[in-house]
């Protein structure tokens, strides 16, 4: 018996408005939950979400951890507006970190302005080659990709760890698994003096602009919307199902890689074991969150980012655990899915036959 | 192409942010009379029972010895991303004048950061980079290792012992040897072998491992992990555990033999004085028995008074300078010599430790 039956047109209006109410009901969430721990929830919340933005610097940390969510969030959006799940743009992005370090690594000693224009097609490619094989396993073999694209990011952390450990371990690190230090013409340029931020940001830039000029004016967003919702009807007015699978994939796989060259050859400048905080994971939330609109993306990618700058301030500041920002980006996320189960569904009230 | 922009482009598009960052930049200086602030970055929670916990029992001894003169802060669960430059940088802005990182994966992001802040002390536990204000402290955990290996080698009834191990660097190899070395000195036929659960913090890992193991037949388990999780499943299973880090009895009850105590407050006590004394200068600590940084303690019920006898006598030649674990002749783990009788592996060697010695089945994840 279903509680819930689909509304036959579901609100527009009530559709935009839900991130918005889920942000409301996660701020009184938050507060009981600030009350609970025996703070004061506004200088709790002032701390969380006005601290971190207090300074120039604040901003550039929250533009550099907001890029590559962004970046790879606009990438699954394509895909998830045609039904294709891709949950492994951790894997792409480790993948496409990879193939651009493997590049920084050989051109050590030659390197030039060539170097990083190289490393991104590399990472890009890498990552786009990584998604690739579950739109193989997907078309071919009518494989889930819910799972192949999340195992597959098992394997290319393997892969990471085994290219550290032994073939690219830096030879005079000590015998630790990592890479040499990138040299400066292998790393993105910050974009002021003293900050992390860097040119990186651009490629967000492009991809929040591609994907905006995709989604509002080409025909391509449709046929691959229907392809993924509606394989027999794509087929009959002549889209291919397998060709969205193709597409969704690649591009998902694409930003992920090109993320990763960001991380690597941007905050951390070396290949390691610890390349990403599971950017490719919260990049699902923000894609969602964002409604899988180009704008909507940027908006809760910045969110996002906030939220984990207020929970590293919030430890320090005010003493609060660590796992305050996993429970605020947890509760958001549940409370939008709240919100949309009600506004698809209204609820059924069972009469009981008399 | 948008991605390469001259500097000069981006540049004047965030200079309204470079100015507001440069004025927060400047650090207020500290008064005279303002106690010495020393901030500490942890890679778990305080409360894992035990390498963060020794850590930040080693934190509250510094600030009780130095009580008014010196105040702590700490971060726990930091994880070792790029992240951890931002909470590095963060304490240094805010004033913090010491400031140590608590393991391996903050060194890179830490020398960024000291480069920024010359007049900050910066310490990092168990890396090698240095600096002007950049140093490193680490312990000999292998002689708690060698230790634990002893009362193993004489506690063990099947031969087989086994380790629950984080991430293949060099110092957990080095504590798998030395184990493995200091349980054959006691009965040569012992082997052991190792499972990676690559992670320092994982209870849920660091129990399957133990389990695992314990199916093959181990019957004493060190663990080179953060949690008490290997002790609690050794206990449940009947077999036997150490503490490492931290006493663990209370998780271990008769099934913990001993623990490997590490006391950081001697490190952390020494670097607060040097500074508090301005006398502090770029120093590597590789501290051990014999300074009091790490210990044989806590011995359980399940431990013979002999066998307790034994790992004392061995850890006071420690102290003396008359054992070392990684003496001659020692093999490696296909019997090519590693050391020649009479000779010890020297410091160097012992810091890129990546063989296994003989006795230790495996291999080395790659």
Known sequence: ?354 | MALFLPRSASLSLLRMFATTALLGGLALSARAEDPLKAGFIYIGPTGDHGWTYAHDQGRKAAEAKFAGKVSTSFIENVPETADSERVIRDLAQKGTKVIFATSFGYMNQMEKVAKAYPNTVFMHATGYKTSKNMGTYDVRTYEGAYLLGVVAGKMSKTGKLGVVASIPIPEVIRNIDAFTIGARSVNPNITTRAIWVNSWFDPGKEREAALAMIAQGCDVLMQNTDSPAVVQAALEKGVMAFGWDSDMSKFGGKAHLAASVLNWSVIYETVLGDVLANKWKTTSYWWGVKEGAVNIEDFGPATPPEVKKLAEERRDAIKAGKLHPFSGPLKDQSGKELVAAGKTLDDGFLHGMNVYVEGVEGAIPK
């Open chain 1, 1 to 354: 018996m279903h509680l819930l039956e689909p509304r036959a047109e579901p609100s527009r209006t009530l559709q935009w408005a839900a991130p918005p109410l889920a942000i409301l009901l996660m701020l009184l969430a938050g507060s009981v939950l600030f009350l609970l721990l025996g703070r004061d929830p506004l200088e709790a919340f002032r701390v969380f979400f006005i601290q971190p933005l207090e300074s120039g610097y604040g901003w550039s940390e929250l533009l550099l951890k907001a890029g590559p969510l962004i970046l790879i969030a606009e990438g699954l959006a394509i895909g998830f507006r045609a039904r294709i799940y891709n949950i492994g743009a951790e894997g792409q992005l480790i993948f496409g970190a990879v193939c651009a370090g493997g590049v920084a690594i050989y051109a050590q000693g030659h390197e030039g302005s060539w170097t990083l224009p190289l490393m991104v097609l590399a990472g890009g490619l890498g990552g786009m080659f990584w998604g690739a094989i579950p739109a193989l396993l997907k078309t071919r073999f009518n494989a889930e990709e819910t799972l192949t694209t999340l195992m597959l990011t098992y394997v290319a952390n393997f892969l990471l760890s085994w290219l550290v450990h032994i073939p690219w371990r830096d030879p005079q690190g000590m015998n630790f698994p990592q890479s040499v230090m990138f040299s400066d013409a292998e790393l993105f340029t910050p974009l002021f003096e003293g900050s992390r931020v860097n040119t990186s940001i651009f490629m967000a830039v492009v991809a929040v602009l591609v994907f905006w000029l995709l989604v509002k004016r080409s025909f391509l967003a449709f046929r691959l919307e229907v392809g993924g919702q509606a394989p027999t009807a794509a087929r009959y007015a002549g889209f291919s199902a397998q060709a969205t699978v193709w597409v969704s994939l690649c591009v998902s796989g694409l930003t992920a890689g090109l993320a990763g060259v960001g991380e690597v050859a941007g905050p951390i400048g070396q290949l390691n074991l610890n390349l990403s905080p599971g950017y490719g994971y919260a990049a699902i939330i923000v894609a969602y969150l964002g409604r899988l609109h180009p704008l909507g993306i940027v908006l809760s990618g910045l969110l996002m980012a906030l939220l984990y700058l207020g929970g590293e301030a919030a430890q320090m500041s005010l003493q609060l655990p660590a796992a305050i920002t996993g429970l605020f980006q947890g509760m958001l996320l549940f409370f939008l899915l709240g919100a949309d189960a009600f506004i698809e569904n209204r609820f059924r009230f069972l009469r009981r036959a008399a």
